[in-house]
Structure formats: structure tokens, C-alpha cells
């Protein structure tokens, strides 16, 4: 018996499950925009303490892995398999070296003794905690998407080399695709409302 | 069964000139962030941010080649989304 598939309606799912994601992310962005009208002035303040090089640099990583992304699944499409694999490759380093450098700015902010309830922050306002508060948890939560999308990518890799997804049936690589572009249009909003603030 | 591949697809030429396009928005918000706009600088940077999410949804999600009800109304119904919720916290919390 041949295997049913239903592409278009796969990716109305993904579609729905990205939506939701946007909802989740969405209500932290309320959150911080609420805290942000009240206490404009100690965030602007907490903000020059954040490193605004490795965050320009992340963002230009996040920016070329999307990339990459979108000629690996464009080299399937033309039946390239070896193009793809390199592409997926070079997506799934990126998202790896995003993440190398997010533990880096993580270190530095621990290492100057600012971190979730440290005696250098709870010294400052409470608006500042909240930024700090704010800031970890929507990196952090970021960061993870980042990370569950490099194994799902290094999953799909996997497919591309055994050939399951091949130019005739792609849209696991597809859907993977699109969840990778989210976790990069969500940090393009994370990127100036945390670190362009000062 | 197969997967038809009823995309008109996008060429590597206009990924890439998408890519140099996000990399140019994002050098104009960085250096924005050096000048002193004040609170108009907050709505330059979201708007160039919603500017560069437009081109990754279009180009990269390829949601200008897609047909279909569904896929035409994922953009604005999500704006419309988020403009709602938005608009009531900041009602509640501006007039508290």
C-alpha cells in the first residue's frame, strides 16, 4: 500500500504549533513592554550593561544560518542532495556558534556577579532585578529553541544523508525550516529591545 | 505518494539578496541605537524589526508563494492578534 501524505495539511499544523510559539513569546514581550512604560529610566540603565557587539554578532549568525537554512531546503527541491547536507551543516554550526557565544555573554554577566538573586543585584532597583529577570528568562528561553532546533536540524541532516527526505518528499526539512525561521524572527525582536536600549 | 512541488520557488539570487537586505536593516538599527532619539528610537528599532520579520515570512517561510486561504491570512490575522493584546494591557495599565 502506498503512504498517504498530506503536505499542505502538515504544514497548516506547523503553521498552528508556530503561532502558538508566538503567543508564548508574545505575552513575555507584553510583559516586558509594561515594565518597560513604568521604569523607562532604570532600564535604560540596566540596558549598558549588556554587550551590544556580541549581540549585533549573534544576530548576524541567527541572520545567515536562516540563510543556509532556506538554500538547503531550496537544493532538495532541485534534487541536491550533497548541496543540501552542506547547507544543513552549515545551519546547524551556526546555530551551535550562536549558542557559544550566548554562554560567553552569560559568563561575563555571571562572572560581573549579575545573575537571578546575586548581592550585586538585589542592591540595585527593582526595576533593574526585573530587567535582569526579563532578560534571562527571554534569552533564555530563546536560547533553548535554539538549541532543540539544532537537534532537530541534525535529525533532518540525518534523513537528508539516509535519503528519506529527498526532492519528491521534503516536507519534514520544510516544517523544519520554518520552525528555525521563527526562533530567527523572534530574536530580531529580542535583539534591539534588550540590547540597543541604552 | 509524492510530494508535489507546486511552489514557485524562490532563486538562491533572491535568498541571498534577502539576506544582504536583513544584514543592511540591522546595521541601520545598530547604528540608530547611537544616536540620541529618545523615545522615537523604540519605534524606529520595532519598525525596522517588523520590516526584517516581513522578509524572513515572506521570502524565506515563503509565504508569497503560497496559495491558499490559510496561508493569506497567517500574517495579518497574527498582527491583528498581537495589536489586540497589546492595545489591552496598555489600556489597563496606562489608565490605572
Redo the contacts between chains.
Keep these: 500500500m502506498e503512504e498517504h501524505k498530506d503536505t499542505i495539511g502538515s504544514k497548516i499544523g506547523m503553521w498552528i504549533f508556530l503561532l502558538s510559539e508566538v503567543i508564548l513569546f508574545g505575552g513575555l514581550f507584553v510583559l516586558y513592554s509594561a515594565y518597560r512604560f513604568k521604569f523607562r529610566g532604570d532600564f535604560h540603565l540596566a540596558a549598558m550593561d549588556l554587550n551590544r557587539l556580541l549581540g549585533t554578532l549573534n544576530t548576524v549568525i541567527l541572520l545567515t544560518s536562516s540563510l543556509t537554512m532556506a538554500l538547503s531546503i531550496a537544493s532538495i527541491r532541485k534534487g541536491l542532495r550533497g548541496s543540501s547536507v552542506v547547507y544543513l551543516a552549515a545551519t546547524i554550526l551556526l546555530g551551535l556558534l550562536f549558542l557559544g557565544i550566548k554562554y560567553l555573554e552569560w559568563s561575563a554577566k555571571v562572572g560581573h556577579g549579575i545573575y537571578p538573586n546575586s548581592p550585586d543585584l538585589l542592591g540595585r532597583s527593582s526595576a533593574e532585578v526585573l530587567f535582569f529577570g526579563l532578560y534571562y528568562a527571554m534569552t533564555g528561553l530563546h536560547g533553548f529553541h535554539v538549541l532543540v532546533g539544532v537537534a532537530l536540524l541534525s535529525a533532518m541532516c540525518f534523513f537528508v544523508v539516509k535519503g528519506k527526505i529527498k526532492k519528491t518528499d521534503f516536507i519534514l526539512l520544510e516544517n523544519s525550516g520554518l520552525y528555525w525561521h521563527l526562533v530567527d524572527i523572534i530574536w530580531i525582536f529580542l535583539f534591539p529591545l534588550f540590547y540597543l536600549m541604552a | ?5 507546486d511552489l514557485q ?4 539570487r533572491t ?2 539578496y ?2 544582504i537586505g ?2 543592511l536593516l ?1 546595521g541601520i ?2 547604528s ?2 547611537g544616536m540620541d532619539l529618545g523615545q522615537l ?2 519605534w524606529v ?2 519598525i ?2 517588523g520590516v ?2 516581513g522578509l ?2 515572506l ?3 515563503h509565504l508569497k508563494y503560497e496559495r ?1 486561504f ?2 493569506k491570512l ?1 500574517m495579518p490575522g ?1 498582527i491583528l ?2 495589536v489586540l ?2 492595545a489591552m ?2 489600556t489597563d ?2 489608565f490605572r
Excluded: H, N, P, R
Design positions: 505518494m509524492e510530494q508535489k512541488d520557488s524562490a532563486t538562491a535568498y541571498v534577502v539576506w536583513l544584514l540591522t538599527t545598530v540608530m541605537a528610537g523604540v528599532a520595532l525596522i524589526a526584517k520579520s524572513v515570512l521570502y524565506f517561510m491558499g490559510f496561508f497567517i497574527t492578534l498581537l493584546f497589546i494591557v496598555f495599565i496606562a
